[in-house]
């Protein structure tokens, strides 16, 4: 009682003085419009912490492990890259902005449809480098079989011109299937036709996660959207 008559003496006080109080909310997560202003000065910025130049450190990191795994390969040895497709080697960031960083699964296979997707040039490097340091290419992605024809025709007109195989998820998969399930299985698939697997690069963790992994992992930046 005392300690509740002691706090409206000083609320009194404030208000005599004509001083104002606002009392904020503890734990309150950052207000979401702040968030994608942000991503949006991050992916458009050239400063050493934005999108661009935090890509090609990582891309440069992955062409230095390509490279000194192909020099060090034994005579016969069948190399192989893993690349993820969506926000590592096509960006889909037009589809992104339009839809204010929302997943509308519309827009998302229209911009599959229409073969939207631009081609990150650092990517492209790297498949550049594969192709010339004889290391097969692995496309693994998380869009369904059906939209095969259209994936590859994108690849293909953005550059990406022969890789070994294009893996997508079946009509039938298991519905509760993880990303790291899916992804690490088809990596099974690549080990067991006799590849080691020296490089494997996505923007979500789960594109990396999960046996067998590559002898090199190299995660790309997406702040935008989430996988797990």
Known sequence: ???RLVLMALLCCWTA???QAVVTVVGEPENLQLVK???TTY??????????PQMDRQIKLATDFLKQSAATAKYGEKLALV??????????????QKDDYGYIPADSNACVAQHCGKALPGTLSLFK???????KVFFITGRPETQRADTEANLKAEGYDAWE???????????????????SGERVLIVKQGYRIVLNVGDQMSDLLGDPMAEHSVKLPNPFYFLP
């Open 37 to 39: 202003d942000r991503l």
């Open 17 to 19: 003085q004509g001083q």
């Open 129 to 135: 480098e594969a192709e010339k340091d004889g290391v």
């Open 83 to 96: 690349l993820d497709i969506d926000e590592t080697s096509l960006s889909n960031w037009a589809v992104e």
């Open 165 to 183: 195989h294009l893996s997508l998820r079946a009509a039938d998969h298991p519905k509760d299937q993880s990303v790291i399930e899916y992804k």
């Open 43 to 52: 992916q458009a910025c050239l400063q050493e912490n934005c999108y661009g």
């Open 1 to 3: 009682m005392m300690r």
